[in-house]
């Protein structure tokens, strides 16, 4: 084989692959542009002049090689000529596929690395990974997901737009508003910015977690909400700091700390003067999780005790407020607060809080038997102070009608449910005790079937008296369960033997008794015959019958 030969072996090749490469990345020029350290040549678009045919560029690219031989190419100024090339090529240009190849030719080896160059895109920075375990959970709560970064800055942005609304009342009304403490006023209210809403919805939801709330408490957190509370007039955000407090205080290991904070007693029990809902639920169920844990109880009541007005914030809401979740809230709270402090349950008894715990009943009866359950309990609480039972005795005409239609609503049914019910019939039952040792039978005359409602629920009563030898329950539930039938049956008798002792009693009860089954009758017989009520008094009613 001859040198010219070889040549033109060599030649061929080489070119086909410059032809190949330059009709291949148009597409990739026009639709990625890349960097200008990046550009290459495209091939003639549409509409430009057609390529010379094989046999001229095979003649031409042979006399090129001749005027070569020897040359070393200079790669860098093939390189700039690409992109000078590129932008004649633009404009429109079709430059000739000789000079194109006598300009840009190099080594075989030089064209993969120019082509690997020039088809991509450049690559992003490299991301700089933590460099050891400790760094890459740093910014961890706890054993959570949650990041420590994202709560110091949602709570920076917090004050930020709290502080800006504030500025705006002040230039305004050129004095500091706050609308949550002022019932009746007419001030700015204010939202805050929607993001910042949910990310702080966010954070509401995972306060709910241990580490998370012992984190919120070991950096201050409780002092940037009480701000927040002090002085926003947004009530979204005031029901969301207090929904967070609320959450940290479920966690017994907080709870004491919250309460020894004497700020934060303060302006949460100013917050009860809310005309908020939202932000009375909320309210509510803080003071609810503080005063039930027995070490931080008192220092909401000391100043419970000494502070008149709580009790008619509470009274004002339990008449008025049509939010069920409010009077539920509510209802329970004060359950709790007379429940634990005999000197708080004296203080507190009164007419006003007996006719606002009836007008909640009205409100909740039929829709929410478990705040039904507090409320009838409050009015059994009333029952054993001297204050409350005169009030009782002196509202009878509203009391005994709505406890005579809670017990007729239990008893509608042929078999009385009485598990989960106990405490509540228990309490229904013990306020009609009340009024029948004080007033007499008056209210038996309006509505004879009471009696016959208590003889129901004695003898569904009796198969809860006794354990059982095949239950599904635990032990302790099984006590707990035998423990508050056996109170209930305890109420009922005081109650039966109240009427029983009651003056002109035949002519009521043997009327309601002849009504009932012999079964039911013989119950009650066996039942009172455990009580101290006189012998005399069981055998005149079963002479009467």
């Known amino acids: 084989m001859s040198d010219e030969d070889s040549d033109k072996s060599d030649t061929g090749p080489i070119m086909m692959k410059v032809s190949t490469k330059s009709e291949s990345t148009p597409s990739k020029v026009e639709n990625q542009p890349l960097p200008k350290s990046t550009e290459h040549k495209s091939s003639p678009g549409p509409g430009t002049s057609p390529q010379p045919d094989a046999e001229v560029q095979r003649s ?212 009860l003067e809310c005309t908020d809902p939202p932000t009375l639920v909320e309210t509510t169920r803080l003071v609810y999780s503080c005063v039930s844990h027995t070490e931080s109880a008192d ?95 002196e509202h009878s005409s509203k009391v005994c009608p709505l406890v005579a239609d809670f017990l007729h609503s239990e008893c509608s049914e042929e078999i009385v449910i009485i598990i989960g019910r106990e405490i509540e019939l228990a309490a229904a039952i013990s306020v009609l005790d009340i009024v029948c040792k004080t007033m007499g039978l008056q209210f038996l005359e309006k509505d004879p079937q009471i009696v016959s409602d208590t003889l129901d629920i004695l003898d569904s009563l009796k198969g809860h008296l006794r354990r059982r030898r095949h239950s599904s329950l635990t032990e302790d539930e099984e006590l707990q369960m035998l423990s508050k039938a056996r109170m209930l049956q305890k109420v009922i008798m005081s109650f039966m033997s109240s009427i029983l002792q009651a003056e002109d009693n035949n002519r009521i009860v043997c009327k309601q008794l002849k009504k009932c089954s012999e079964q039911k009758l013989q119950v009650l017989k066996a039942a009172l015959e455990k009580t101290d009520i006189q012998k005399d008094i069981i055998h005149s009613l079963e002479w009467e019958l």
Request: with cysteine; glycine share 4%; aromatic share 4%.
């Open 60 to 271: 031409d690219a042979e006399g090129q090689r001749s005027n070569t031989e020897g040359q070393t190419p200079d790669v860098e100024g093939q390189r700039s000529y690409v992109g000078g090339q590129r932008s004649s090529i633009q404009q429109g240009g079709s430059p000739s596929l000789t000079k194109t190849v006598h300009q840009s030719l190099s080594p075989q080896r030089d064209i993969p690395s120019l082509s690997q160059e020039l088809d991509r895109n450049p690559s992003p920075p490299p991301t700089e990974c933590p460099k050891s375990e400790d760094q890459l959970h740093a910014d961890i709560i706890g054993d959570t997901v949650f990041s420590k970064r994202w709560v110091f800055t949602l709570l920076m942005k917090l004050i930020k737009e709290v502080d800006k609304g504030d500025e705006s009342d002040k230039e305004e009304s050129g004095k500091e508003v706050n609308c949550k403490t002022q019932q009746g006023s007419s001030c700015h209210v204010e939202d805050i910015d929607e993001e910042i809403e949910n990310e702080l919805c966010k954070l509401w939801d995972t306060s709910m977690n241990k580490d998370v709330a012992v984190f919120l408490h070991e950096w201050q957190t409780v002092d940037i909400l009480l701000r927040v509370i002090e002085t926003t007039n947004a009530p979204r955000a005031t029901e969301i700091c207090v929904g967070i407090l609320a959450n940290m205080a479920c966690h017994e290991e907080l709870v004491l700390d919250l309460s020894k904070n004497p700020r934060l007693v303060q302006v949460v029990l100013a917050l």
């Open 299 to 393: 220092y909401w009541l000391s100043v419970l005790k000494t502070d008149a007005s709580i009790l008619n914030t509470i009274c004002f809401v339990l008449q008025s407020s049509t939010n069920v979740d409010l009077i539920n809230n509510m209802s329970d709270l004060v359950d709790k607060l007379l429940d634990i402090d005999d000197d708080l349950l004296s203080m507190w008894s009164s007419s006003t809080l007996l006719l606002s715990v009836c007008e909640a009943i009205q409100q909740v009866r039929i829709d929410r038997p478990a705040t039904l359950e507090y409320l009838l309990h409050v009015l059994q609480l009333l029952s054993t102070t001297e204050k409350g039972a005169k009030a009782i005795v």
